[in-house]
């Protein structure tokens, strides 16, 4: 099993940015497909990036594209996620998570992942 640690949530004004990172503690991710979800309270949680580990092809959900980036670095073993222009609809716990599969099946889909962070605190005032 995988640990993952994110950090770099906090409390920003919209249009402020901020930088996500999440490490793997007992696992390398080179090769293995990544992901970005949110939830919001009262809301279920929905997909933000993902990354393919092997093509490197990306994915974003409607609402963050243009605006947050994902992207990694296996020397590093950390997978980030480069959120600007950040808006209040934004404020959500962030959570990390890795497919272990040689391919996600559904690279927006929780059930297509194995592992997950324990999350980090993104809030954004008005």
């Known amino acids: 099993q995988a640990q993952l640690v994110e950090t770099g949530g906090g409390l920003v004004q919209a249009g402020d940015s901020l930088s996500l990172s999440c490490v793997a503690t007992?696992?390398?991710?080179?090769?293995?497909?990544m992901a970005w979800f949110r939830q919001a309270p009262g809301k279920e949680r929905e997909f933000v990036a993902g990354?393919?580990?092997?093509?490197?092809?990306?994915y974003y959900a409607d609402s963050v594209k243009g605006r947050f980036t994902i992207s990694r670095d296996n020397d590093k073993n950390t997978v980030y996620l480069q959120l600007e222009r950040l808006k209040p609809e934004d404020t959500a716990v962030y959570y990390c998570?890795?497919?272990?599969?040689?391919?996600?099946?559904?690279?927006?889909?929780?059930?297509?992942?194995?592992?997950w962070g324990q999350g980090t605190q993104v809030t954004v005032s008005s």
């Open positions: 990354l393919r580990g092997r093509t490197t092809n990306t």
């Open positions: 998570a890795v497919s272990l599969r040689p391919y996600a099946p559904v690279v927006f889909a929780t059930t297509s992942y194995d592992s």
């Open positions: 007992t696992r390398v991710f080179r090769n293995y497909d």
